[in-house]
RNA sequence: GGACAGGUGCCCGAGCGGUUAAAGGGGACGGACUGUAAAUCCGUUGGCUUUGCCUACGUUGGUUCAAAUCCAACCCUGUCCA
């Protein structure tokens, strides 16, 4: 590729947040001159986004970071349909009330990470559902449905997929790409946006959008997509038995999501470093570097970075700090996440099964059980070693709380209120 | 609308009247080893008031001492035909 002018190409190709883009050269030109408005649609599936978002979120970071406008499109709309991109089975059509609400929940990560206003290169927030929720079908399928050859939208991957696999694909689904188009073309002409980006199973539905636009007369738009996330040893990021790896505080607490990242593969320090924190590249090279035992030190780095990003500083160096009490000095941190429970219920000598059920540790008492059996469970690090063991109030640490722990890794505390 | 094939646990997939909470694999979780890593090995992987009970093989009924397995209707998917 022939050097960029434009820092805002020059940053994302070095960190490795690019994957493909329709004309770099032609990007690169409006970059170099601040002119990029580019946009990122997020689905409203789910109350919060996960780290699977936060490549593309960063994207838009560091466009406003250089000069350039960022959108935060909201799927209102979109989510009603459903996206069959990337994913073989057909998504459950939700409520319009459980996708407001799951839109009011994402919003707030946007905040952490760009900055809003009015300004030129201030980032804005616009819902989908604005401009596709009163389309009419028969206007919509004389301007726009005439532009879309079903012949070509068959052998887009997204289509194909399904067709190979004999999976079926139903209409719904199937329009998915004809809005996300016209959302390009809409945004082009409310907020003249000229660029769309996202993960790399997006490229169909963007570059039919460009299309799209050409069209129906919007100026030349332009595609940038980000590789999907996988981690060294192949496995999709941030989904675990016990949950996806949620930004929102609600969803997951600061300290757990801080210990997603110091649990980071070593070959995947330099490659997260560079796409999760804003480190400089010189700094984040010498972190890389470092081999064996060291290299839990970049680690730290990333965890407390790509924390102060998404929750705050604050909350990432305390996170650092309870880590650092818990495992490395093996002693008590009081700030742990906690669990508040009645008083009442030690004073009745609850059952050691359920408490770590209630904790959140296990999903079951049969789980629970089961774990006892591993001797995965203790108590104030005591190992559980009895089924019916209860906790009592001489269970009470000085504290005022009773350590539960799953494992060397997870720990709950709980307070009796 | 017709013919045929199919719908099994988180996913893939075997079973095709009883010994089946359901082979095997993947994933996930726990243990050992380490560096809160990877790889490897071992264990676990429906629920409960757990030596027992309850719920589960698309749905609802039926046959049988006994059904994921047989029958009927319905729903859904695929292929071909109209």
């Given at each position: 590729?022939?050097?960029?002018?434009?820092?805002?190409?020059?940053?994302?190709?070095?960190?490795?947040?690019?994957?493909?883009?329709?004309?770099?050269?032609?990007?690169?030109?409006?970059?170099?001159?601040?002119?990029?408005?580019?946009?990122?649609?997020?689905?409203?599936?789910?109350?919060?986004?996960?780290?699977?978002?936060?490549?593309?979120?960063?994207?838009?970071?560091?466009?406003?970071?250089?000069?350039?406008?960022?959108?935060?499109?909201?799927?209102?709309?979109?989510?009603?349909?459903?996206?069959?991109?990337?994913?073989?089975?057909?998504?459950?059509?939700?409520?319009?009330?459980?996708?407001?609400?799951?839109?009011?929940?994402?919003?707030?990560?946007?905040?952490?990470?760009?900055?809003?206003?009015?300004?030129?290169?201030?980032?804005?927030?616009?819902?989908?559902?604005?401009?596709?929720?009163?389309?009419?079908?028969?206007?919509?399928?004389?301007?726009?449905?005439?532009?879309?050859?079903?012949?070509?939208?068959?052998?887009?991957?997204?289509?194909?997929?399904?067709?190979?696999?004999?999976?079926?694909?139903?209409?719904?689904?199937?329009?998915?790409?004809?809005?996300?188009?016209?959302?390009?073309?809409?945004?082009?002409?409310?907020?003249?946006?000229?660029?769309?980006m996202g993960g790399s199973d997006q490229w169909g539905n963007i570059v039919t959008g460009i299309d799209l636009?050409?069209?129906?007369?919007?100026?030349?738009?332009?595609?940038?997509?980000?590789?999907?996330?996988?981690?060294?040893?192949?496995?999709?990021?941030?989904?675990?038995?016990?949950?996806?790896?949620?930004?929102?505080?609600?969803?997951?607490?600061?300290?757990?999501?801080?210990?997603?990242?110091?649990?980071?593969?070593?070959?995947?320090?330099?490659?997260?470093?560079?796409?999760?924190?804003?480190?400089?590249?010189?700094?984040?090279?010498?972190?890389?570097?470092?081999?064996?035992?060291?290299?839990?030190?970049?680690?730290?780095?990333?965890?407390?970075?790509?924390?102060?990003?998404?929750?705050?500083?604050?909350?990432?160096?305390?996170?650092?700090?309870?880590?650092?009490?818990?495992?490395?000095?093996?002693?008590?941190?009081?700030?742990?996440?906690?669990?508040?429970?009645?008083?009442?219920?030690?004073?009745?000598?609850?059952?050691?099964?359920?408490?770590?059920?209630?904790?959140?540790?296990?999903?079951?008492?049969?789980?629970?059980?089961?774990?006892?059996?591993?001797?995965?469970?203790?108590?104030?690090?005591?190992?559980?070693?009895?089924?019916?063991?209860?906790?009592?109030?001489?269970?009470?640490?000085?504290?005022?709380?009773?350590?539960?722990?799953?494992?060397?890794?997870?720990?709950?505390?709980?307070?009796?209120?």
């Amino acid at each position: 590729m022939t050097p960029q002018k434009s820092d805002f190409l020059r940053i994302l190709t070095e960190r490795g947040f690019i994957h493909q883009g329709s004309d770099m050269a032609g990007i690169d030109d409006l970059a170099a001159k601040g002119n990029l408005i580019a946009y990122v649609g997020y689905d409203c599936t789910a109350p919060s986004l996960h780290v699977g978002s936060l490549i593309s979120i960063m994207m838009m970071h560091w466009l406003q970071s250089t000069g350039n406008k960022p959108i935060a499109l909201m799927g209102g709309g979109t989510t009603r349909v459903g996206d069959p991109s990337g994913k073989d089975e057909s998504r459950a059509i939700r409520s319009i009330a459980e996708i407001e609400a799951n839109k009011e929940g994402i919003k707030s990560v946007f905040a952490k990470v760009l900055q809003f206003g009015s300004g030129k290169s201030d980032a804005i927030m616009v819902d989908n559902a604005e401009w596709l929720a009163p389309l009419n079908y028969i206007e919509f399928l004389r301007d726009v449905g005439r532009h879309f050859s079903v012949n070509r939208m068959l052998t887009m991957d997204s289509a194909r997929m399904r067709l190979e696999r004999e999976q079926e694909l139903s209409f719904i689904e199937f329009n998915y790409m004809l809005l996300q188009s016209y959302d390009y073309v809409e945004l082009n002409r409310r907020y003249a946006c000229n660029l769309q980006m996202g993960g790399s199973d997006q490229w169909g539905n963007i570059v039919t959008g460009i299309d799209l636009g050409r069209r129906m007369g919007t100026p030349q738009l332009y595609a940038l997509t980000c590789p999907l996330l996988t981690t060294a040893s192949g496995a999709k990021m941030g989904k675990t038995a016990s949950g996806a790896i949620w930004l929102n505080e609600e969803q997951l607490s600061a300290y757990e999501y801080w210990q997603f990242w110091r649990n980071t593969e070593d070959a995947d320090v330099g490659r997260f470093l560079r796409l999760f924190t804003t480190l400089p590249m010189a700094e984040i090279a010498k972190l890389a570097a470092l081999q064996g035992a060291e290299i839990n030190d970049a680690k730290k780095v990333l965890a407390t970075e790509a924390t102060a990003l998404v929750h705050s500083r604050e909350k990432a160096v305390a996170a650092s700090l309870t880590a650092q009490k818990t495992f490395e000095q093996g002693a008590f941190a009081v700030d742990l996440p906690t669990i508040e429970i009645p008083r009442a219920d030690i004073e009745n000598e609850l059952g050691a099964l359920s408490a770590f059920v209630t904790a959140g540790l296990v999903k079951s008492n049969s789980d629970a059980r089961r774990q006892v059996q591993g001797a995965a469970l203790r108590v104030n690090d005591q190992p559980v070693t009895d089924e019916k063991a209860k906790l009592r109030r001489s269970d009470i640490g000085p504290d005022g709380v009773i350590k539960l722990s799953l494992g060397k890794k997870k720990h709950v505390l709980l307070r009796p209120v």
